[in-house]
């Protein structure tokens, strides 16, 4: 929902502080996941993941977070699914170019990132999208990609 | 000044350079440098496409191709590019994200390249509400700045974004757009620094009529040393008349013309005259400003008027023009 998406934005700090603990947690569940099967996991964690950040994010379950790297505005509410920051075609007001009756998703993330610790994340490049990862869980990859990075089974994350 | 492109001269790679291209040897030697906006045809006749280039003969270092630019469709500037590389010109190939995946996008920059296109800038791209096609489903597979690591990945590691090796890479000076005069404005010099990360050598603007908000931008610009790490070129018009300058700041995503202008054009006598009067003085503002490296001119509708607006300037007076 849009207004709740903005609330969102403005309490970026909080979001960040509890999205900290909640991927602790995540992690720590880990040789529970492991037990039951991630591709068990995979449908029922999505459905909770969808619901969850869908009604604080407008979130469009693209499969690779970078909330945290976005001041807590999801950008695939972009039209055009930016993810490194606004096109040229903001309007002056700071709404979008596309939808002018919608805040323009990087002028909000660019307000919820100077509210977060670790907001300069914002600046990183984004590679493109692995289209594949639509409608898969995030939080699921998260635990996999921290056990691969322990384990060091991948090289390169 | 000639403006063909040359060859390398059989010992392969310039030394220091990306590319083999003109533009990147001028801007590299610190000249003021100039590029322009070639409209493209809605016509499937070469000649369309010679005739308008010919207009820039002798006075511009690239001209740019338009890709679908606005989300209109014309003749496509790969297209475009091929044509004017069979006529030794110097160009500048636009590559937007919106109508074209990664697999496609790649592609044509390796065809583009084994053309001779030496200059490859990356956009986004304007939304398909916006141009003549608005039911067309919208790509953005990448986006800019994924657009310029992908084609920075296939010049300087010789691979496509799955790794899979390139046995020539595209040998290309690689451009981006920055728009200074749109919020967030506090982020856009950020935006800057991150396309010059992902690989942008050289930017072009989009249009500049608001010089002293320039001159806020191009401040930020010395002060993270910004203009070291890219050449800045800064996109300049040639409005036509009051009305069509309001008709542009309302239906063109992105363009900011302050009032002032606007109340220019409606006082003068010749509209016309007096739009190429304010192209010429931001040119000659353009010069002294210290890390804008050139004019990117985006004179739509007026491209007749450039080659007399550029010596009018003087910005080029020391080369020799023709």
Redesign the interface.
Known sequence: MYAVRRWSVRHARAMEILYAGFERVLIAMQPLFRLIGYERLEKPVALVERGVKGLLFDCRMCGDCILSSTGMSCPMNCPKQMRNGPCGGVRADGYCEVKPDMRCVWVDAWEGSKRMRRGTRIHQVQPQLDARLQGRSSWLRVVREEKTRMTGTVSGQ | MTHIDAPPDGSGELRGLSSDGRLERVLKSSQFAITAELAPPDSADPEDVYERARLFDGCVDAINATDGSGANCHMSSVGVCALLSRQGYSMVMQVT??DRN?IAIQGDVLGAAAMGVTNILCL????V??GDEPEAK?V???????LL??VRMMRDDAHF?TRRPLSTPPRVFLGA???PF???H??QI??L??KI??GAQFIQT?YCYDLPMLEDFMAQVRARELHRRAYILVGVGVPSSAQSARWMREHI??L?IPDSIIERLERAGEPRDEGARICVETLQALRDIEGVAGAHIMAYKREADVAGIIDRSGVLADRELR
């Open positions: 994200c919106r990664r986004t791209g304007d939304g509400q916006a919208p953005f597979d990448l986006d800019s700045v994924s690591r992908a974004l757009s920055v728009n749109v919020p967030p506090d982020f950020h935006k620094e991150k990360d992902a989009q995503p992105g900011h």
